[in-house]
């Protein structure tokens, strides 16, 4: 195998010198023309970086928040069932729709309230008169169940 | 005789003075060069690696550390001021340098403050 002589290299070199010069330089013409827009560009990573942890912050928060609501929630009235016991199913629609909208403030109530107001929707029922399709039903609670679901049942009954 | 003088000491000034604003230019360049080639801004590196070679610049165009004040001394001693004002002179020189760098890559990397 044959091997260049020392003096090949030593011709050469200024070759190899000149040869790296001009990648310096070319590489600072390229840092030059995209100098600005690279730092731009770390600058936008950071600022996003930033607002990044905000974000997980807030949503550490927010999680926190709305697992105190749902644990405030569980004590309140979230729904109203009505289990009204009658043959006629149109009167029962009829009814509860008339019931719900009467009952609609007992939404949002805490249970202790309700517990509390117990009789008063017993007599609330109990007094008042529908009328549908000329004729008139009168409503007795037989079982008050009291949870986020409030589970009322209904006995109804035609005036003559 | 002393536009002679005169002559050399342009001469040794505008050596110093190209020294010292090599030194900042060339290091602020090649650091950015780095800077780009390891993921960092680059001209943000620029402008900070201008600001800490101003000083050496200056010191690498004296050439040494503090030769130069020991020589400031020396002469001190020996009771002859010409040599001191000469000293002067080139450190004033290479500190323009350093700053004309420094200026200059402030102005290529901001556009402004030059």
């Keep these: ?160 | 005789m002393s536009k002679m003088l005169l002559g050399q000491l342009a001469k040794d000034m505008s050596i110093y003075f190209f020294v010292a604003f090599g030194i900042v230019l060339g290091g602020s360049i090649l650091g950015g060069i780095a800077a780009l080639l390891t993921r960092q801004p680059p001209f943000h590196t620029m402008y900070e690696l201008a600001f800490k070679l101003k000083i050496w610049g200056m010191v690498g165009a004296l050439g040494g550390t503090f030769d130069s004040f020991m020589q400031i001394e020396r002469i001190f001693q020996e009771g002859d001021m010409s040599p001191v004002i000469k000293q002067i002179i080139f450190i004033v020189s290479a500190f323009i340098g350093a700053d004309t760098g420094t200026r200059l890559i402030h102005w290529l990397v901001h556009g402004d403050s030059i």
């Design chain 1, 1 to 160: 195998m044959r091997v260049p002589s020392g003096a090949y290299w030593r011709r050469s070199i200024r070759f190899i010198l000149l040869y790296i010069l001009g990648i310096l330089t070319g590489m600072s013409v390229f840092l030059l023309i995209v100098g600005d827009e690279v730092d731009r560009l770390h600058l936008k990573i950071r600022k996003l970086e930033q607002e990044n942890v905000e974000y997980v912050q807030e949503k550490i928060e927010y999680k926190k928040i709305e697992n105190s609501l749902i644990q405030k929630e569980k004590n309140v009235v979230k729904e109203i069932e009505l289990h009204l016991q009658t043959k006629d199913g149109f009167v029962e629609a009829e009814l509860k729709k008339k019931l719900i909208k009467d009952l609609f403030f007992l939404k949002g109530k805490p249970l202790d309230y309700v517990t509390g107001f117990h009789e008063g929707i017993m007599m609330m029922v109990a007094e008042r008169t529908y009328t549908i399709n000329n004729r008139m039903y009168s409503l007795q609670l037989s079982t008050l169940v009291i949870s986020p679901s409030l589970h009322m049942y209904i006995r109804v009954e035609e005036k003559r």
